[in-house]
């Protein structure tokens, strides 16, 4: 499902239900998550890496490197910017309904 959004959300006219969970998940978590974990989350085609990098070029996550013995892992949270916009994004989409 593609929710059409006309708001201030700078970039974001067409936003899918993918990327509404994703972001929810980035929401309401209390420190970074694992892009694992967000994948579990997102079905929107091929993986959740593309949008991440999408989102992180247009300032609303930052990314960091977590290396636990034998495994190279990033970490992501929302800036302050990405979760003012999510925050919009969240309530439009309750608002418009799924």
């Known amino acids: 499902m593609i929710l059409e959004i006309a708001v ?4 974001f006219r067409n936003v899918s239900a993918a990327t509404l ?3 929810r998940e980035l ?3 209390r420190g970074p998550v694992y892009g694992s974990v967000l994948e579990a989350v997102w ?3 091929d993986n959740v890496y ?3 990098k999408r989102l992180t070029d247009r300032g609303w996550l930052v990314s960091e490197r977590d290396r636990p ?3 190279r892992r ?3 949270r929302l800036t302050t910017e990405g979760r003012r916009a999510t925050l ?3 309530a439009v989409y309750e608002t418009a309904g799924p």
């Open 8 to 11: 201030g959300v700078e970039g």
């Open 21 to 23: 969970r994703v972001l």
């Open 27 to 29: 929401e309401s978590a």
């Open 43 to 45: 079905d929107g085609g």
């Open 50 to 52: 593309p949008l991440l």
């Open 69 to 71: 013995p034998g495994r």
């Open 74 to 76: 990033r970490l992501y």
């Open 88 to 90: 919009e994004l969240l």
